[in-house]
């Protein structure tokens, strides 16, 4: 009896280190094949060997591929790059794997680039990864959205603060005697300091104008960033049954979803729009009224601004901490004028 319960016990001994033995081998041949894809991808995006000296500097730009506003700002850096005789790779924009933005950072500078520009967030992560770029001699420029506390060297963009406050003017001009409620959805990638300064603007606007105490002012925030979970969240927003007067919406993801979902959900008329950017979408709400208006800036400034301040920095070792764009407000009476402008383009 004692040798037969041995033998048992032998077994499921055997058995386990065999589970075990299976698994780490699989966890080894994993972290393999995954060191073997990143440097793959590294290689890919050098192109210093493969350019050559036809080219002064070699900079990367990072940001969301599915983005019409960075392909936009990005399609602008490349020409004025292209301008002075260097070239700006999109970085991760051909690649099948799908990597997050300090990720792209890394890859970026294994691969050695002079220069960085990136739409920034206010991540620990990204904070870190633009500090290692910096440490390794690489000037880095935000663009879009900040990152605050990071080493960068410059923000090309427009002011948080300045952006609440035109929300605010046009709040204002809606001020009913009944208090109306406004929800603010804010973007994943401004977090938290971005978006208490838009806020802060727009209860500044309303103080200046007297009628802040028309309005409740609420904020969240919707999906993680990509299309499918915004548009996800912001039909259960508009199901729910418990909808604001007013939704102002911070990034192009969120106003596009948000555009599209008021039709589809029969709620036009509603919830008063208010959006950030522009695209087909966006721009035709504006023009039906599905959007009372949107807030946009030029793609192409921040591009040509981002380009100009690598370079100047390069040159001197000194730039601009911030680099400030101006703010268009799009409505149903110049609406037909964006039209206009993206139809030729």
Known sequence: ????????????????HLFFWIFGSALIVTTIVSIVIFERQVRALSDLS????????????????????????????????????????????NLDTSYTIPQLMDLAIQSKADGIIVNGDDSEELKSAINHAVDAGIPVICVGTDCYGSGRQSYVGVSYYNVGEDYGDMLSSLAEHQQQNVLVI?????????????????????????VINRFSISSKMLGNGDSFSTAEAVTDLFESGNLPDILICLDETTTSSVCQTIVDTNHVGDVTIYGYYRNDTILNAVQRKVAAMTLTVSADE????????????????????????????????????YLKKEEKS
Request: charge should be neutral.
């Open 302 to 337: 921040i591009g040509h601004t981002a380009v100009d301040n690598l370079l100047q920095y390069i040159d001197t070792g000194f730039v601009s901490e911030y680099s400030p764009i101006n703010i268009d407000i799009i409505t149903p009476d110049n609406v037909g004028n």
């Open 1 to 16: 009896m004692i040798k037969k319960n041995h033998n048992r016990s032998g077994g499921r001994i055997s058995r386990f």
């Open 50 to 93: 493969s350019r050559g000296p036809q080219f002064r500097y070699n900079f990367a730009y990072i940001g969301d591929k599915s983005s019409s506003f960075q392909t936009a700002v990005y399609d602008q850096a490349l020409k004025e790059a292209e301008k002075n005789g260097d070239y700006m790779e999109f970085t991760g924009k």
């Open 186 to 210: 804010a973007s994943p990638e401004e977090k938290t300091t971005g978006q208490n300064l838009v806020i802060s603007g727009i209860k500044n606007s309303l103080e200046k104008n007297h």
